[in-house]
């Protein structure tokens, strides 16, 4: 892979930044894995990404001065579904300026689906559901990638925001308006306080519901006979600051989020400033690769978010060293190139994830660390919020100007 040289005053920089990570973790396993501290920094192979920048230029506004609305979709697999890649880079971004947190966004209720829920978050539910992943899908999926099938009006869900993974200054996340996705001839109620219902009004996305206080828990129910297709809720409140969506499905390739024919259309509730591309792991499980399929696939998905947002900026991540059998996966430079290549032809950044981790062979250094799961694909809670981690401090350093 080509490695670009690095000034060394950039150098110096990068490697103060991480001292942000060093106070996350223990000195001692992240000096093991982190060989070379400047490969953590944001690129622009196009050699400017004006998109890029104008997101660097709200968030800094909304940093500083608070008056700015910020927008990110982190897309990928199971690295994204498991929250705490994501929920880590959500906290250290919302936590900079107090009362930043611009609402919490999509959720879907994994318990319907007999899944894991992210760790921001908790999901419970009764009663007889079905489930469709966009792996294979069998109804109309939307941005989650997922649906939980309610069969009768015994079927509920619950979605709490108190996170699994609390630290100190924890952001806590409230909401009073509610979109809940999905169809069908059943009717959605929300459960309040007490025995009080509260029913909505029909919109573009399923049913909308205005709440009347703020809160960071909700119980829907269902009325009347037939099905309901649920597709997650849109969690919102009226104020400006960062919304970080999450949205990941174990198993997902980019041809898998291609099948999620309402995906373009629910985006439309987030019009994100900035999309974090870090699907590809699930791409090269297999020996059967093909970088152009790739990077098709990778353009209609760029394509469909331009005409949501046509100044979108785009983020691609990349893949981390990973094991296929016995040894390295040798697909994951190709994959890196690519998603370069990429980074170059939508004049977008480029985060190269897999030298971060330190190449070829790291994922095993990582696991003697313990921030990697002995299948050497996935990594361990420590070693997704250390990425969270990473992923701020390359932000924070990329270039302004």
């Keep these: 892979m080509r490695r670009l040289s690095m000034p060394i005053k950039t150098a110096s920089a990068a490697l103060a930044l991480c001292f942000s990570a060093l106070l996350q973790c223990s000195a001692a396993p992240l000096r093991r894995v982190l060989s070379d501290?400047?490969?953590?920094?944001?690129?622009?192979?196009?050699g400017d990404s004006p998109d890029f920048r104008c997101f660097l230029s709200a968030w800094d506004s909304l940093r500083y001065w608070g008056n700015a609305d910020v927008r990110i979709l982190h897309v990928g697999g199971s690295h994204v579904q498991a929250g705490s890649w994501s929920d880590r880079l959500r906290s250290r971004m919302v936590s900079q300026r107090y009362g930043s947190d611009g609402g919490r966004g999509l959720v879907f209720p994994f318990a319907a689906a007999q899944t894991n829920t992210p760790v921001s978050y908790t999901s419970t539910a009764s009663g007889e559901w079905e489930s469709s992943r966009c792996l294979h899908p069998d109804v109309p999926l939307g941005l989650s990638g997922m649906a939980a099938i309610a069969r009768d009006t015994s079927c509920r869900v619950a979605i709490d925001l108190l996170p699994r993974e609390a630290f100190l200054h924890q952001p806590r996340y409230v909401f009073d308006s509610v979109e809940v996705l999905g169809g069908g001839s059943m009717e959605p109620v929300l459960l309040l306080q007490g025995r009080d219902t509260l029913r909505g009004t029909p919109s573009a996305y399923g049913y909308h519901f205005s709440l009347p206080y703020y809160t960071d828990w909700l119980q829907l129910c269902f009325?009347?006979?037939?099905?309901?297709?649920?597709?997650?809720?849109?969690?919102?409140?009226?104020?400006?600051?960062i919304t970080l969506v999450e949205s990941g499905v174990n198993g997902a390739t980019t041809q898998a989020w291609l099948r999620c024919e309402l995906w373009e259309k629910?985006?439309?509730?987030?019009?994100?400033?900035?999309?974090?591309?870090?699907?590809?792991?699930?791409?090269?499980?297999?020996?059967?690769?093909?970088?152009?399929?790739?990077?098709?696939?990778?353009?209609?998905?760029?394509?469909?978010?331009?005409?949501?947002?046509?100044h979108c900026a785009f983020l691609f991540t990349g893949v981390n060293d990973s094991w296929l059998r016995h040894g390295p996966n040798p697909y994951g430079p190709q994959v890196q190139k690519a998603c370069e290549q990429?980074?170059?032809?939508?004049?977008?950044?480029?985060?190269?994830?897999?030298?971060?981790?330190?190449?070829?062979?790291?994922?095993?250094?990582?696991?003697?660390?313990?921030?990697?799961?002995?299948?050497?694909?996935?990594?361990?809670?420590?070693?997704?919020?250390?990425?969270?981690?990473?992923?701020?401090d390359a932000l924070q350093s990329a270039p302004r100007k």
């Design 37 to 46: 501290p400047s490969c953590n920094r944001v690129q622009y192979p196009a």
């Design 223 to 241: 009325c009347g006979k037939g099905r309901y297709t649920l597709r997650g809720f849109y969690l919102d409140k009226p104020a400006s600051g």
């Design 266 to 310: 629910e985006l439309q509730l987030l019009r994100p400033d900035l999309v974090i591309f870090s699907i590809g792991i699930n791409d090269i499980q297999g020996n059967n690769f093909d970088p152009e399929r790739f990077k098709a696939n990778y353009r209609e998905l760029v394509r469909r978010v331009k005409r949501v947002n046509p």
């Design 342 to 392: 990429l980074a170059k032809e939508f004049r977008g950044a480029f985060w190269d994830f897999y030298s971060v981790m330190g190449g070829e062979g790291s994922m095993a250094v990582w696991q003697e660390a313990g921030f990697a799961q002995p299948d050497k694909v996935h990594f361990t809670p420590a070693g997704y919020r250390l990425l969270g981690d990473l992923l701020f």
